[in-house]
């Protein structure tokens, strides 16, 4: 078990301890909202049929809904990310020195989550928009939002809060992979699920380069899968290779120094050049992780 896992499981376990989704989330009227989102989506998203939405607010984050049974358990589980990603990337001091709080659309009608699309960029894995700091998202009232899909967009709306300028697109997914995939295991369990986080082995034959990887900026058609495996691997790789290390990577990345001398600057001594990284890389990516994540979650 890594310490970064560990470290993960105690923070979750402490949220979990904070979680009540007995309360259901207080309606506010709009102009009693404690801020305005910026984002000119947010206006597209409340244009289509104004009269229909209803708001509401939790410390950190801005909801705009329909029905409360479905935004309540969206708050819990934002509030729930947000205290495992500031806990893990260490970011508390920075979290507690600011109080923007970010907003997530959550469209109910299929029709109208089309006709919102038209606006913006889906991302391929989950489905849902993210742009400039804001979350749209269409959840069926019928259907429970499957696995660690919401976890995953609350954690890139949580990562833009601390570098507003973005990261790459690899770390960016790989962490949002990597982080909720344990959060969500955690959370399930802490609710009498028996749930573990699952890291994918990527046959080496499949995998990305990593100096095309790191380069990417938005995931490839054609290779969506191997894209998100393989940089929630490297993000799990880096941790459990030195956690200090790659907060210091994160930081270089966040102001977005070339990966190639970021790395040798961080992780001084342990991979001086790229090529170093990749052979080590392709072994630890290609090993089936599923008993010792197991033990890990246990
Ligand atoms: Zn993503």
């Known amino acids: 078990m890594s310490i970064f896992t560990m470290s993960i499981l105690c923070v979750v376990a402490a949220a979990n301890a904070q979680i009540n989704e007995s ?15 910026p984002n000119p989506l947010g206006e597209k998203a409340l244009a289509i049929h104004p009269e229909q939405w209803k708001h ?3 410390e950190h984050f801005i909801y705009h809904f329909l029905h409360s049974y479905v935004a309540t358990p969206v708050s819990v589980e934002a509030e729930f990310h947000y205290r495992v990603v500031a806990k893990e990337l260490e970011r508390d001091q920075v979290a507690a020195a600011t109080d923007v709080k970010s907003h997530i ?7 109208q989550w ?9 991302e391929p894995w989950t489905g849902g928009i993210h742009s ?28 833009h809060r601390f570098y507003p300028d973005g990261i790459p697109c690899w770390l960016n997914e790989g962490l949002a992979q990597y982080i909720s995939k344990a959060a969500y295991a955690s959370y399930q369990r802490a609710r009498g699920y028996i749930s573990k986080p699952h890291s994918e082995a990527i046959a080496t034959g499949d995998l990305i380069a990593l100096p095309t990887l790191t380069a990417i900026t938005f995931p490839p058609t054609d290779r969506v899968t ?20 790659f907060l210091a990577l994160l930081d270089a990345l966040g102001r977005h120094q070339p990966f190639e001398t ?23 990516a290609a090993r089936d992780f599923g008993t010792t994540l197991q033990q890990a979650s246990d």
């Open 56 to 58: 509401g607010e939790t």
């Open 262 to 284: 970021a790395l040798a600057r961080t992780y001084t001594g342990k991979f001086p050049d790229p090529s170093v990284l990749e052979q080590k890389f392709r072994e630890y």
């Open 23 to 37: 309360s259901s989330l207080p309606e506010v009227e709009f102009f009693r909202l404690s801020q305005r989102d």
């Open 132 to 159: 400039q700091g804001s979350l749209f998202i269409q959840r069926n009232p019928k259907y429970k939002f499957s696995g660690n899909l919401l976890g995953h967009e609350i954690v890139h709306l949580i990562v």
């Open 226 to 245: 191997t894209f998100y495996d393989e940089s929630e691997r490297l993000v799990r790789f880096l941790c459990s290779t030195d956690k200090p290390s």
């Open 114 to 122: 089309q006709q919102f699309q038209a606006f913006g960029k889906l």
């Open 105 to 111: 659309y959550i469209f109910e009608s299929p029709e």
